[in-house]
């Protein structure tokens, strides 16, 4: 699948540790999976969670899930060690926790050759870096780590999360000026469906491309919240078909529910047309 229309609505925690969970993980309908070595495993079981997570991967059957390994920083005993097992794991990319610059994205390549990598974008250095980050020549994803990120501010915890916007903000600019998927932080309640979707509808607003997960519950929930309804779609295929018209016509623009229609609303109408198409392929699956 195309990776400038692969759906990323839905990106699930897993541990990496716990045979259980990794089979149930294939029958979810999920988009991405974080496969989590970090805080998701004991400490006892971190190094044997390497071997589990690696045959679970060998063994395959999650579709077209993007599969993402997140590893334990390199500054812990275990970091390097995950780093060079993920590089022979059958995954897409490999996700770096606490990310605060570039370097840390250079020891990292370092150790798992051309594997893409991701950033865990939850520190304070982070967001004031997050442009630099998401340049990095070998960075395809963003993931906001945002509990973390709320306990390094000492903020409080407000249903509109307004003492995050500015650090969101920040690595959303970041992240489309370099092409970076991003996926917003988790939202904690996982029995509160309501409170869920208001976070998912404001997510998708700013313009992530979906959300964290940190339950199977929560999934319907955001698949439904970051996929084009069907309204988007009616529209989207008026446009199109209004422009050609209009071009055929020798016009610029064109005109459909009393909006201008110009070239740019093309550009976003194709893109909510493949996205729905993207979804239907994996739902087909």
């Not at 050759?113 to 020549?137: F, Q, R, S, V, Y």
């Not at 509160?192 to 997510?203: A, H, I, R, V």
Request: one cysteine or more; hydrophobic letters at 45%.
């Amino acid at each position: 699948m195309d990776a400038t229309t692969r759906p990323t609505r839905s990106v699930l925690y897993i541990p990496g540790s716990k045979e259980r969970a990794l089979e149930k993980a294939k029958t979810l309908p999920v988009d991405a999976i974080i496969f989590d070595l970090e805080d998701a495993v004991a400490i006892d079981e971190k190094v044997g969670a390497r071997d589990t997570l690696k045959t679970a991967l060998a063994e395959g059957d999650y579709g077209n899930r993007l599969k993402v390994v997140r590893i334990n920083g390199l500054d812990t005993e275990w970091g390097e060690d995950d780093a060079r097992a993920v590089a022979e794991m059958n995954c897409d990319a490999v996700l770096l926790p606490k990310v605060d610059g570039p370097a840390q994205l250079d020891a990292l390549a370092a150790l798992v050759g051309d594997k893409p990598l991701w950033a865990m974008m939850e520190t304070c250095a982070g967001m004031l870096n997050a442009n630099a980050i998401a340049a990095h020549p070998q960075l395809k994803g963003f993931i906001m780590g945002t509990n973390d990120l709320a306990k390094e501010l000492n903020m409080r915890f407000r249903a509109d999360r307004l003492p995050l916007i500015t650090s969101l903000q920040l690595c959303l600019l970041a992240a489309k000026a370099n092409g970076v998927i991003i996926v917003d932080g988790v939202y904690n309640a996982f029995k509160d469906d309501e409170g869920l979707k208001n976070e998912c509808e404001q997510g998708r607003d700013m313009g992530f491309d979906g959300k964290t997960l940190i339950h199977p519950a929560q999934v319907a929930v955001c698949n439904e919240a970051f996929a084009p309804s069907e309204a988007e779609v009616d529209l989207a295929k008026r446009q199109i078909a209004a422009f050609e018209q209009a071009e055929a016509e020798g016009q610029g623009v064109a005109v459909v529910d009393g909006k201008i229609v110009e070239n740019l609303h093309i550009v976003t109408a194709k893109k909510i047309l493949a996205q729905a198409e993207a979804i239907e392929a994996l739902a087909a699956e």
